[in-house]
């Protein structure tokens, strides 16, 4: 049953990241011309100080999936409902302080941007906008995470879809309004917030007992889940300033310009890294509930498994980009900000980097004990916006902040693994190194060679050769992918399923 519900659910995500990839890789390019490279720029970083704040609501959520999933997987209706009813109480008072800090620090940080004068006004009425999108956001967290706990994929596959559609159809309103494009951006994104959030909490009501609140006050499961949170708040906190925080850095030393090509990098990021984030999501609560039923072994299987897997989905998906990104750049973008194309890549080999970790990240959360892992692996993370400030301080390119962040992610797999494995024994490492890491290099060594000499000789700068590369890269990666990365029983079951469907279509 947990395989099956793992593929169903895998199938639902995938369906609903394939329609949002390609309809958020369009709105890219019709947000790029509707509000210029200048205004993208300014909206990614005035964003950027609004999301700074997710520590908060991030910690919390972490906390609420997982005390759902474990009840869950513990069938516990009633301790569910008492967690969720918690949970709604700490994510309003949340909102609440985001607000305050949204106002007061974040206030302060805005005016601290280097903003072209003519559009301070309408930068700041943005920023003040972003704030009441981002509380409704928080507020709907304990609604979606009931969702997930409940792997009813579909139902979160087209909330999504409604929700991506939503945000291309308001780009076309704007252009028929005579007013600020980018305040009017930020406006309508506020009112998709407020219905998609009053979605969330519909579906709920009608369909989970569960969410319906009941006026309590537990002090030690207060504390359980906020005291859970806050080990996940370092890490977090270190996370966001990985993140929005060189964006700012970047902001402060080179300008808006530089902010807009980090913003269409992370966009390509943010659509193949959902490829791997659907699979994990799907993962996810099955590792969780067999932790909670002390199904060990299953459990270490789908840790094992699902960081491998991760990878090789993402790198079937990374090797073309990598080979032809100028030229997709050119087809997607009409005006390709500078240093777009370096940036794109270097995030693209770190999203690939850190597609291994996220499995093992959730096994840590699985037990509970979090304490120890949260506050190594936040410190090193947390390490990327000094060095990153240094780095540019001395001299630096702006993509060497990327060079950093790589470098650090490396570092990060390696940590992770020793903790789970000698401080909360959930993984082995020995164990990780055969299943994962050896797989993995015996897939990317060939397949990098073998493309490098291929690719050379196909034509740059046309449709046909982009489709050659596309077609050369999928084949080549899955051959070495059969041959080298599965295990005997995986390759078993892979031609066991070829079999079964062509005997279905016979």
């Given at each position: 049953?947990?395989?099956?519900?793992?593929?169903?659910?895998t199938?639902?995500l995938?369906?609903?990241?394939?329609?949002t990839?390609?309809?958020?890789?369009?709105?890219?390019?019709?947000?790029?011309?509707?509000?210029?490279?200048?205004?993208?720029?300014?909206?990614?970083?005035?964003?950027?100080?609004?999301?700074?704040?997710?520590?908060?609501?991030a910690?919390?959520?972490?906390?609420?999936?997982?005390?759902?999933?474990?009840?869950?997987?513990?069938n516990?209706?009633n301790e569910?409902?008492?967690?969720?009813?918690?949970?709604l109480?700490?994510?309003?008072?949340?909102?609440?302080?985001?607000f305050?800090?949204?106002?007061?620090?974040?206030?302060?940080?805005?005016?601290?941007?280097?903003?072209?004068?003519?559009?301070?006004d309408?930068a700041l009425?943005?920023?003040?906008?972003?704030?009441?999108?981002f509380i409704?956001?928080?507020?709907?967290?304990?609604f979606?995470?009931?969702i997930?706990?409940?792997?009813?994929?579909?139902?979160?596959?087209?909330?999504?879809?409604?929700?991506?559609?939503?945000?291309?159809?308001?780009?076309y309103?704007?252009?028929?309004?005579?007013?600020?494009s980018?305040v009017?951006?930020?406006?309508?994104?506020?009112?998709?917030?407020?219905?998609?959030?009053?979605?969330?909490?519909?579906?709920?009501?009608?369909?989970?007992?569960?969410?319906?609140?009941?006026?309590f006050?537990?002090?030690?499961?207060?504390?359980?889940?906020?005291?859970?949170?806050?080990?996940?708040?370092?890490?977090?906190?270190?996370?966001?300033?990985?993140?929005?925080?060189?964006?700012?850095?970047l902001n402060?030393?080179?300008?808006?310009?530089?902010?807009?090509?980090?913003?269409?990098?992370?966009?390509?990021?943010?659509?193949?890294?959902?490829?791997?984030?659907?699979?994990?999501?799907?993962?996810?609560?099955q590792?969780i509930?067999?932790?909670?039923?002390?199904?060990?072994?299953?459990?270490?299987?789908?840790?094992?498994?699902a960081?491998?897997?991760?990878?090789?989905?993402l790198?079937?998906l990374?090797?073309?980009?990598?080979y032809?990104?100028?030229?997709?750049?050119?087809?997607?973008l009409?005006?390709?900000p500078?240093y777009t194309?370096?940036f794109c890549?270097?995030?693209?080999?770190?999203?690939?980097?850190?597609?291994?970790?996220?499995?093992?990240?959730?096994?840590?959360?699985?037990?509970?004990?979090?304490?120890?892992?949260?506050?190594?692996?936040?410190?090193v993370?947390?390490?990327?916006?000094?060095?990153?400030y240094?780095v540019?301080?001395?001299?630096?390119?702006?993509?060497?902040?990327v060079?950093?962040?790589?470098i650090?992610?490396?570092v990060?797999?390696?940590?992770?693994?020793?903790i789970?494995?000698?401080?909360?024994?959930?993984?082995?490492?020995?164990?990780?190194?055969?299943?994962?890491i050896?797989?993995?290099?015996?897939?990317?060594?060939?397949t990098?060679?073998?493309?490098?000499?291929?690719?050379?000789?196909?034509?740059?700068?046309?449709?046909?050769?982009?489709?050659?590369?596309?077609?050369?890269?999928?084949?080549?990666?899955?051959?070495?992918i059969f041959?080298?990365?599965?295990?005997?029983?995986?390759?078993?079951?892979?031609?066991?399923?070829?079999q079964?469907?062509?005997?279905?279509?016979?």
């Amino acid at each position: 049953m947990g395989r099956r519900q793992i593929a169903k659910n895998t199938f639902f995500l995938y369906v609903r990241i394939l329609v949002t990839i390609v309809v958020s890789l369009y709105t890219s390019r019709v947000i790029l011309q509707v509000l210029g490279a200048e205004d993208f720029g300014i909206y990614n970083v005035v964003g950027g100080i609004v999301v700074m704040f997710s520590f908060l609501n991030a910690a919390m959520a972490t906390a609420t999936q997982r005390f759902l999933t474990f009840e869950i997987g513990r069938n516990n209706r009633n301790e569910i409902q008492r967690i969720f009813s918690m949970s709604l109480i700490i994510y309003v008072l949340m909102a609440l302080v985001i607000f305050v800090l949204g106002e007061s620090v974040g206030l302060y940080l805005f005016y601290q941007l280097n903003i072209p004068g003519e559009r301070l006004d309408a930068a700041l009425i943005t920023y003040h906008i972003t704030i009441f999108t981002f509380i409704f956001s928080v507020v709907r967290i304990p609604f979606h995470a009931l969702i997930i706990a409940k792997e009813k994929m579909g139902v979160y596959a087209i909330i999504c879809i409604i929700e991506t559609f939503s945000r291309l159809g308001i780009l076309y309103v704007i252009q028929m309004i005579q007013f600020d494009s980018l305040v009017l951006y930020a406006f309508f994104l506020l009112l998709i917030s407020i219905l998609i959030t009053l979605v969330y909490v519909r579906y709920c009501r009608v369909h989970y007992i569960e969410s319906k609140y009941i006026l309590f006050w537990d002090r030690q499961m207060f504390f359980m889940l906020t005291s859970y949170a806050g080990w996940n708040l370092f890490g977090n906190i270190a996370f966001i300033a990985a993140t929005q925080g060189i964006n700012i850095v970047l902001n402060v030393f080179f300008g808006p310009i530089v902010n807009a090509a980090r913003g269409v990098a992370f966009q390509v990021q943010a659509a193949v890294k959902n490829f791997v984030a659907n699979f994990q999501l799907a993962v996810d609560p099955q590792i969780i509930k067999s932790y909670a039923n002390n199904e060990l072994n299953y459990c270490n299987d789908l840790i094992y498994s699902a960081s491998k897997y991760s990878f090789f989905l993402l790198y079937l998906l990374i090797v073309p980009l990598l080979y032809r990104i100028e030229y997709i750049m050119e087809l997607w973008l009409e005006n390709v900000p500078e240093y777009t194309v370096i940036f794109c890549k270097l995030i693209l080999v770190n999203a690939l980097i850190d597609a291994v970790s996220g499995p093992l990240s959730t096994s840590a959360q699985a037990t509970g004990k979090i304490k120890l892992y949260q506050f190594i692996v936040g410190s090193v993370l947390l390490l990327n916006l000094p060095i990153a400030y240094l780095v540019l301080y001395w001299g630096g390119s702006p993509q060497s902040t990327v060079y950093v962040s790589i470098i650090i992610s490396i570092v990060l797999i390696l940590l992770r693994v020793f903790i789970l494995d000698k401080f909360l024994h959930v993984i082995k490492i020995s164990r990780f190194i055969y299943r994962v890491i050896l797989p993995v290099f015996a897939v990317v060594f060939p397949t990098l060679l073998i493309l490098s000499f291929l690719v050379r000789y196909v034509p740059d700068g046309t449709l046909g050769g982009m489709v050659l590369v596309l077609l050369m890269t999928a084949i080549v990666n899955l051959v070495v992918i059969f041959l080298t990365g599965l295990s005997i029983s995986e390759k078993r079951f892979v031609i066991q399923s070829i079999q079964s469907v062509l005997k279905k279509n016979m």
